[in-house]
């Protein structure tokens, strides 16, 4: 069985502000985990995925995101916030199969 | 290519009647996914396909629901007879399956269903 929770349904920072955004997973084997992002009245991107060796990952736009087994996280970074970055990011966990489940998503509202 | 292709993009209808929903996946694509997105619930996996062949169709979530993929380059999803909770984001997505273990996934734009 496979699944994430996403701290937070929605997120503000400022400008300029640090971006993180919270994703703890659980998988009953080795977890391969995914930040998507979706801009209004779009599909799903993908920003970055994890599946083994380096531990932080870094993906497109200026996200990262770093796995930690023993805190079964795996958060969203950005060190500073544009207003482009104003989208629903959700966590995804794959337990290697095919099957991917999602979180809830976090909106990130980005204040001027 | 022109990605995981998905139409009607809006689709306003009445209870009680059927309603389609076609995807047309990347061309080389042997997934192809399901999911319907709601506020309440978010992202729900309704059933994926491999080599046009249903895998897992555990989301489905009653028998109003069904979906077919008569061959690689067409998938439906129809709701027969449709209510009003079925109003949702329905996204079709595909992919080439798990690479290094991780199964990115494409996704269209999605399909806007209201049911009145």
């Known amino acids: 069985a496979q699944s994430v929770t996403q701290l937070g349904s929605h997120v503000s920072v400022s400008e300029g502000a640090l971006v993180l955004l919270r994703c703890n997973y659980s998988?009953?084997?080795?977890?391969?985990l995914f930040w998507y992002v979706q801009y209004p009245n779009q599909g799903l991107q993908l920003l970055l995925k994890y599946t083994t060796g380096a531990t932080l990952v870094k993906g497109i736009n200026g996200f990262e995101a770093e796995f930690k087994k023993s805190e079964t996280s795996f958060h969203l970074t950005k060190p500073s916030a544009h207003m482009s970055d104003a989208a629903e990011y959700f966590c995804a966990v794959s337990g290697g199969y095919q099957k991917v489940t999602f979180g809830i998503g976090t909106k990130l509202q980005v204040i001027p | 290519d022109a990605g995981v292709i998905q139409s009607p993009r809006h689709e306003v209808t009445e209870m009680g009647q059927e309603v389609t929903l076609r995807c047309k996946p990347i061309?080389?694509?042997?997934?192809l996914f399901w999911y319907r997105q709601t506020m309440m619930r978010g992202l729900e996996l309704l059933i994926y396909?491999?080599?046009?062949?249903?895998?897992?169709d555990s989301g489905m979530p009653e028998d109003r629901f069904s979906a077919k993929m008569p061959n690689a380059s067409f998938s439906t999803l129809k709701i027969q007879p449709s209510e009003p909770r079925d109003s949702a984001v329905y996204f079709c997505a595909s992919s080439t399956g798990p690479t290094d273990g991780a199964n990115v996934l494409t996704f269209g734009a999605g399909s806007r269903l209201t049911v009145l």
């Open positions: 998988s009953s084997v080795p977890p391969y």
């Open positions: 061309s080389g694509h042997d997934y």
């Open positions: 396909f491999n080599n046009n062949v249903p895998i897992d």
